[in-house]
Nanobody, 125 residues
Framework: HVQLVESGGGSVQTGGSLKLSCTAS????????MAWFRQAPGKEREENATLDIGTGTIHYADSVQGRFTISKDNKKNTLYLQMDSLKPEDTAMYYCAAERLTNWYLLLKPTSYKNWGQGTQVTVS
């Protein structure tokens, strides 16, 4: 049973930074991806960054490219999202997700994930 627990959200001013953490347990697949998604009120859940744990391949959404950095500490089983130069439009609930790697391009979409964290709120004003 996969469990994902996010932390690190909060309120920050425009231009500020936050670092989100996602501690994972119960992942048994040898090839899997982990990703950060976000969902603002009234909008669809969208991908921010995806990491292929096996190869280290990373994809960033255009909206966060150059501002957000995804990384993983394998010893701590923790996924991170460093968010810099935050903008009001980054305000959303942020979710961590994990899934066995099947098709990389499908794993850029939220509908491909069965395992989700509870979410952590980020507010930029």
């Amino acid at each position: 049973h996969v469990q994902l627990v996010e932390s690190g959200g909060g309120s920050v001013q425009t231009g500020g930074s936050l670092k989100l953490s996602c501690t994972a347990s119960g992942i048994t697949a040898t090839r899997y991806c982990m990703a950060w998604f976000r969902q603002a009120p009234g909008k669809e859940r969208e991908e921010n960054a995806t990491l292929d744990i096996g190869t280290g391949t990373i994809h960033y959404a255009d909206s966060v490219q150059g501002r957000f950095t995804i990384s993983k500490d394998n010893k701590k089983n923790t996924l991170y999202l460093q968010m810099d130069s935050l903008k009001p439009e980054d305000t959303a609930m942020y979710y961590c997700a994990a899934e066995r790697l099947t098709n990389w391009y499908l794993l850029l979409k939220p509908t491909s994930y069965k395992n989700w964290g509870q979410g952590t709120q980020v507010t930029v004003s």
